[in-house]
Nanobody
Framework: QVQLVESGGGLVQPGGSLRLSCAASGGTFSTYAMGWFRQATGKEREFVATISGSGMTTSYAGSVQGRFTIARDNAKSTVYLQMNSLKPEDTAVYYC??????????????????WGQGTQVTVSS
């Protein structure tokens, strides 16, 4: 059983930055892929970024490429999402997810078997 706990969300002005963290417990963290997804009010959950178990491979949604960076610290069993140049359209609940059956990057929600509770990010002036 894997538990994921996100933190770091909040209210930020357009152009600002936030760093989300997701602490994992249970399982062998370095063996599974991690991902960040988001869900805005009234919309479906969408892929944001993913990172392989080793941390060597990452992938991003086109809408965040160049602004967001995913990273992981396997010694701390934590994955991060650094978000820069935030826009109002980035407003959403952000979720981290773990794919414990696979260490390679995954971009669809159905690939992941464990999810955090989510953290709200609001970008507004």
């Amino acid at each position: 059983q894997v538990q994921l706990v996100e933190s770091g969300g909040g209210l930020v002005q357009p152009g600002g930055s936030l760093r989300l963290s997701c602490a994992a417990s249970g399982g062998t963290f370095s063996t599974y892929a991690m991902g960040w997804f988001r869900q805005a009010t009234g919309k479906e959950r969408e892929f944001v970024a993913t990172i392989s178990g080793s941390g060597m491979t990452t992938s991003y949604a086109g809408s965040v490429q160049g602004r967001f960076t995913i990273a992981r610290d396997n010694a701390k069993s934590t994955v991060y999402l650094q978000m820069n140049s935030l826009k109002p359209e980035d407003t959403a609940v952000y979720y981290c997810a773990a794919d414990t059956d696979n260490s390679n990057v995954q971009i669809t929600t159905t690939d992941y078997d464990y999810w955090g509770q989510g953290t709200q990010v609001t970008v507004s002036s």
